[in-house]
């Protein structure tokens, strides 16, 4: 629209056909006024110069092809104190993460504007019902965890939820009609991501009618932009919060305020910090924490050769590149702001990935095409990682913080989802001597649920159970909240 106010019409679409993009208006006469204006807006969203250096660099000159890893190293990542890590170091981290959510330093960060496409569940992916028992939603459980955290630290927890286009009003109103989940509704701050078009191998951008171009999500590393352009950091700065707790909507075993990693973060003065799990085994599906030059990177499976996900240490036998990223990052408030205002220099690069893409043939009849037929672009929040100073990764438990509903059924699934969360809660409760009987791989024969406001973490859990007198009976059904 901004495009708009300083453009006229007419000279948008002149400027679409200088671009080598005039089929866009293909239509335009046909159109009601309604849809021009539909068509015109979409139209000025978009970067022309942008696409076409897209189509230049990553479509024509194969850009993933250039990438050369001969001085990749693996990333030093701090070791959990159970496995060798320095116990003091990790006690005092904790103390500082404590310290600044006491002083209100703190805000929560969900990304939730991807299209969840894997899943296939119709609707926001935070409104997929998530828990064994209750069936609370994803947004639930991550509202419930913020509360109680804010309620351990006598601190309130501002909440940013970045959402889509098109799920922000599906989204914004699944919190009203929930009450916000008895969060003060200023405390709950959404924001929309910006968007992208689709481009054809020809990098022609695709409509997915005659009145509308077919626009997507920019990716999670849109979210260093949405966060400055909608104001939410101005909103931060005023309320004097500094530090900024990253998670994605899909993960509720996340520990989406962690004292430690934010102590960490803070004790290291780092302006991006990382959460990594040890990689199950070498083909493992993540990314890998690395270094190359001086600089920290995150190289994608599917871009590291498989001989290299496979190299081991001589001394351990263990995988050489084994720190997995989990998408869990804490994030410092000025250095988004830097990141969003800066030039091309420190600009996130475009990823591409090839799609099906609804669309419509010449004559403006639509299109379902059953293979890719399209281009997609989007920006990942990891490639922030190099333009950071002091980057930390930090090691967790993977069955602490990671469990990602993705897909319908199978790895990562909602049921693999939640016999995490069940295992998890029965970690919690034989902690403290509740004796649930569990198979070899600690899952209990029964489902029931520990609610955040009871135990969202095994520090919180363990003062609710020294609370509770007589000790909780566990069994089929029971709701510890
Ligand atoms: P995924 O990479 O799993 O993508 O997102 P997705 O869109 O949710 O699911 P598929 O690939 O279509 O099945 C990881 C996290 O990043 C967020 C998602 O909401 C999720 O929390 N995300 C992704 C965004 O916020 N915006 C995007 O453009 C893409």
Known sequence: MKLLDSMSS????????????????????????????????????IDLHEIATLKKELIDGDGAAAMDYSDLEPSPFEARPEKGGDADAWAEAERLGEQALRAGRVAAFTVAGGQGTRLGFDGP??????????????FQVFAEKITAAAKRYGTSIPWLIMTSHQNHEATVSFFADNAHFGLEETQVRFFRQGRM?????????????????????????????????????????AEGIDTISYFQVDNPLVRCIDPAFIGWHLKSKSEMSSKMVPKAYAEEKVGHFCIQGDRAVVVEYSDLPAAMQAETDSATGALRFIAGSIAIHVLDRNFVKRLAGAGPEA?????LAHKKIPTVDGAGDSVSPTEPNGIKFEMFVFDALPFAQNPIVIETLRENDFSPVKNATGIDSADSCRADLLRQYTRWANVNGAAVATDETGSPSFDYEVCPSYGYDENSFTASWANTSPPPLISAGTLLG
């Open 10 to 45: 007419a000279e948008l679409i002149e400027s679409y056909r200088t671009a080598g993009q005039g089929h866009v208006f293909a239509f335009f006469d046909q159109l009601s006024e309604c849809e021009q204006q539909q068509l015109l807006s979409e139209a000025a969203e």
């Open 125 to 138: 992916k935070g409104t997929f019902p998530i828990t064994p028992v209750r069936r609370a939603t994803l």
């Open 197 to 237: 078009p689709a481009v054809n191998r020809e990098g022609r951008i695709m409509l997915s009618s005659r009145s509308s171009i077919a626009m997507s999500p920019d990716g999670h590393g849109g979210s260093l932009r949405a966060l400055d352009r909608s104001g939410a950091l101005a909103q931060l700065e």
């Open 347 to 351: 600009a996130l690069p475009f990823h």
